[in-house]
Structure formats: structure tokens, C-alpha cells
């Protein structure tokens, strides 16, 4: 199963709510795409909800520390939700935990951005 997206809007932060899988290739480039055009439209508060992620692997956490950096150099900010516990070991494992803003509430994630 490959990634899918979809994005709904509370109090001024994009959600994105993901599921599936973030891998090499399709999965990693729709998320790009995403992230890109929100952007473009000036939409810089960016909750990526990665509850339904069932699988991430090395270039999905690439992709994720593409996605935060771009987001930063265009004055926006990009935070992670609901991280499972697979993906959660595997940034712990790669160092970046202490990169993301990871939060596991998000209503609490949504204030975070004000």
C-alpha cells in the first residue's frame, strides 16, 4: 500500500493526516509534493499526523528532515503527530528525535503553533 495524504485545516494549522507507507520513491514524493505546495500557498503551520504510517524507512526519514528544513527556510514551521511507536524508535535510533517538534495530542499540537 502506498502513502496517502489527506488534509483538513484547524484554527490556521494544516494538517495532514498520512497513512500508509513512506518510502523510497512514491511515498517520499508525495509528501514532498505536499508539503511544497501548502508553501506556496502560504500555508507555514504544518501538523504532519503520522498516526497511520505503518512503515518508514531511511530515505521516509530523509524525506521527513526535507520537509522540516524546507518548511523553516520559507519562514514556516513543521511539526510531527502521533508518532508510532516504529517510527518513534527509528528517529530516536537516527538521532533526529530531538530535530522534530513531536507532539501526541492535537489539540495541544494545534496551540503549539501560536
Known amino acids: 500500500m502506498s502513502m496517502k495524504i489527506s488534509t483538513r485545516q484547524v484554527d490556521?494549522?494544516?494538517i495532514l493526516d498520512c497513512s500508509g507507507r513512506i518510502t523510497l520513491g512514491e511515498g517520499s514524493i508525495i509528501l514532498r509534493d505536499n508539503v511544497s505546495q501548502l508553501l506556496a500557498?502560504?500555508?507555514k503551520k504544518i501538523l504532519l499526523n503520522l498516526g497511520e504510517i505503518n512503515?518508514?524507512?531511511s530515505?521516509?526519514?530523509g524525506e521527513l528532515v526535507t520537509a522540516f528544513t524546507t518548511a523553516r527556510k520559507q519562514g514556516g514551521e513543521l511539526k510531527l503527530l502521533n508518532?508510532?511507536?516504529?517510527?518513534?524508535?527509528?528517529?530516536?535510533?537516527?538521532k533526529l528525535y530531538t530535530v522534530f517538534d513531536v507532539k501526541d495530542?492535537?489539540?495541544?499540537?494545534?496551540?503549539?503553533f501560536n
Not at 83 to 89: E, F, N, P, Q, S
Not at 105 to 112: G, I, L
Open 55 to 57: 512503515y518508514i524507512d
Open 83 to 94: 508518532l508510532t511507536k516504529k517510527v518513534h524508535d527509528l528517529l530516536q535510533i537516527t
Open 59 to 61: 530515505s521516509g526519514i
Open 105 to 112: 495530542d492535537e489539540a495541544a499540537a494545534v496551540k503549539s
Open 12 to 14: 490556521g494549522v494544516t
Open 41 to 43: 500557498k502560504g500555508q
